[in-house]
């Protein structure tokens, strides 16, 4: 198996989360890095995908595909009602 560079961080963490994380390592043995290594990979996917829509959703202001605020607002407010509003379309 080829070995990959790795760098060590330190960090300091709760006392709470540390024994999460040692308690999880346990339950599924595995190792505490493995743990860390697995969740911090997952945190970095879940925000560079957050920062992606980010980007598409100011491409679409910026190309005027928005909801008027005070129809989305009305839209909002007909929810609870018998007799909800159709979901706001951008530009209209």
């Given amino acids: ?3 990959t560079q790795s760098k060590v961080f ?3 963490v709760p006392l709470p989360l540390a024994d999460k994380v040692d308690q ?3 339950r ?3 190792s505490r890095g493995w743990v860390i290594k ?3 990979s997952a945190w970095i996917e ?3 995908e957050r920062y ?3 980007l598409e959703a100011l491409a679409d202001v910026d190309a005027g595909r928005v909801v008027d605020h005070e129809a989305m607002l009305a839209w909002a407010e007909s929810l609870g009602t018998d007799d909800p509003l159709p979901l706001p379309e951008p530009g209209k």
Avoid: S, Y
């Fill in 1 to 3: 198996m080829k070995q």
């Fill in 10 to 12: 330190t960090a300091h």
């Fill in 46 to 48: 879940q925000e560079e």
């Fill in 24 to 26: 999880l390592a346990a």
């Fill in 28 to 30: 599924i043995e595995r």
């Fill in 38 to 40: 697995q969740a911090l």
């Fill in 52 to 54: 992606q829509m980010t």
